[in-house]
């Protein structure tokens, strides 16, 4: 009998356990940016000179600064979420970035590909973080845009998650996922898989989005589509040359066409055709 009870006692135990472990999980899963900021303001790193730094806030911003912001989204409206972020903190200071802004919004450009964005973060070599925005102002996925090579990466899969990124660059350095992707990914990208579907192919889908897509774009074109695609998942944007003012992106997905550009022959280039 007695062990009978115990039994019971060590299994009640344990559900209780993976029951908090399980919230715990949740909770990380769930934070918002402004929560994942604060659990990591206590972290202590340690930069490639062996200097110890930590995370460095900015100043917030007024409700008003943050009305001025909104004007420029597709909603004219701030999340909440966001809002509280950018009345804690503007952004903050951290080594090896640039800086980390949460109010660069429309200050990116390169709208044929992101017509709405927050630019996070650059390296300092004109390579940059960028957070896209939706048209019904959503603040989604964080892509990592690289000019050489010229390829675009899907870094986070959103703001909280691109916070932590960010810590764990400080902490694992080149093991880090901000790191593989800055220094790896997008040379893999570039040089084995640059991410494209043949637009004969996407035509002929069973992807009625993707097909139908496909469908208002010339015979010149290819597509790339991260919808539903994990992290470190990209297309080589610059493939098919620098001139990128054809570029299309889908209205509402995560799809874009981009024009194959073909080379000239030495009449044309003389004669400018």
């Known amino acids: 009998m007695k062990q009978t009870v115990s039994k019971i006692l060590t299994i009640l135990t344990l559900t209780f356990l993976l029951g908090c ?58 999340p909440i979420e966001i809002r509280e972020l950018l009345k804690f903190t503007s952004g903050f200071e951290f080594y090896g970035l640039e800086e980390v802004t949460f109010d660069g919004i429309g200050q990116f450009g390169f709208e044929n590909f992101f017509p709405n964005s927050v630019q996070l973060a650059g390296d300092g070599f004109g390579n940059f973080w960028i957070l896209d925005v939706d048209k019904k102002g959503n603040w989604g996925n964080v892509f990592y845009v690289c000019h050489d090579p010229a ?19 400080g902490k694992n350095g080149n093991k880090s996922n901000l790191d593989i992707i800055h220094e790896k990914v997008v040379m893999d990208i570039w040089s084995k898989d640059n991410g494209f579907i043949e637009l004969e192919n996407a035509r002929q889908s069973n992807d009625t989005i993707l097909k139908n897509f496909a469908q208002t774009l010339p015979d010149s074109f290819v597509i790339a589509d991260l919808r539903n695609k994990p992290i470190q998942s990209g297309f080589a944007w610059g493939k098919y040359g620098p001139n990128i003012d054809n570029a299309k992106r889908h209205e509402n997905e995560l799809i874009w066409g981009v024009e194959k550009q073909s080379k000239k022959g030495l009449i044309s280039k003389l004669f400018g055709r």
């Open 21 to 78: 472990n399980n919230k715990t999980n949740d909770k990380k899963i769930n934070m918002t940016a402004t929560e994942k900021l604060k659990s990591i303001l206590t972290e202590q790193y340690i930069s490639e000179d062996g200097d110890k730094y930590k995370v460095e806030l900015k100043e917030g911003l007024t409700d008003q600064q943050i009305d001025d912001l909104a004007k420029k989204l597709p909603t004219g409206q701030v």
């Open 151 to 169: 390829v675009i990466v899907k870094h986070s899969e959103n703001l909280t998650q691109f916070i932590e990124h960010v810590s764990d660059f």
